[in-house]
Antibody, heavy 121, light 110 residues
Framework: QVQLLESGGGVVQPGRSLRLSCAAS????????MHWVRQAPGRGLEWVAV????????YYRDSVKGRFTVSRDNSKNTLNLQMNSLRVEDTAVYFC??????????????WGQGTTVTVSS | QSTLTQPPSASGTPGQRVVISCSGNSSNIGSNYAYWYQQLPGAAPKLLIYKNNQRPSGVPDRFSGSKSGTSASLGISGLRSEDEADYYCAAWDNSLGGWVFGGGAKVTVL
């Protein structure tokens, strides 16, 4: 079945870096765009970034532009999120989600269970 | 980044119908599809409604979606205890070049 498994979360000091990964299985990874979405403790969902299926296009929310970079390795069925210059306000559970255009442009149809990032001194 | 506007909560007794609204603008819901996600406590979000009113396979027909102008709504009929969850609306925003979510509505079954 379709599965997404995030990893790489942890506790990091402000200004430092962290790299998240999302391992995909059960579908043809190279045929789908992928998203990162985050949820701060006790808060709502916040879209972070999307990457096209072939990696040709990326879009980010304003607050992470220039600090976060989304990438993918279609040969390894893996999605990544490189997070630099982390801020306290980046503390959240980070979910990866599949973009299924059959359900609408870049529709997030399947989600992983999330990995927790805590930015604290 | 702007968000879509949802009421923070909604409630009903078992069997009742609950409706959750989602207000956007011409850049998001007004010109793109609306989507709805259900997030059970401690779980990942689950797609509930896509393209305004379509249900993915496996989602009961008790859940329905609609859209009019710059607003969308989610209806839950025959409310059950297992429907207690947070419900989020979402849409692509042309002006922002990204997805926006509502703040979430917590549904309580009394």
């Amino acid at each position: 079945q379709v599965q997404l498994l995030e990893s790489g979360g942890g506790v990091v000091q402000p200004g430092r870096s962290l790299r998240l990964s999302c391992a995909a299985s059960g579908f043809t990874f190279s045929s789908y765009g992928m998203h990162w979405v985050r949820q701060a403790p006790g808060r709502g969902l916040e879209w972070v970034a999307v990457i096209w299926n072939d990696g040709s296009h990326e879009y980010y929310r304003d607050s992470v532009k220039g600090r976060f970079t989304v990438s993918r390795d279609n040969s390894k069925n893996t999605l990544n999120l490189q997070m630099n210059s982390l801020r306290v306000e980046d503390t959240a559970v980070y979910f990866c989600a599949r973009a299924n255009t059959a359900m609408g442009p870049l529709c997030m149809d399947v989600w992983g269970q999330g990995t927790t990032v805590t930015v604290s001194s | 980044q702007s968000t879509l506007t949802q009421p923070p909560s909604a409630s009903g007794t078992p069997g009742q119908r609950v409706v959750i609204s989602c207000s956007g603008n011409s850049s998001n819901i007004g010109s793109n599809y609306a989507y709805w996600y259900q997030q059970l406590p401690g779980a990942a979000p689950k797609l509930l409604i896509y393209k305004n009113n379509q249900r993915p396979s496996g989602v009961p027909d008790r859940f329905s979606g609609s859209k009019s102008g710059t607003s969308a709504s989610l209806g839950i009929s025959g409310l059950r205890s297992e429907d207690e969850a947070d419900y989020y609306c979402a849409a692509w925003d042309n002006s922002l070049g990204g997805w926006v979510f509502g703040g979430g509505a917590k549904v309580t079954v009394l």
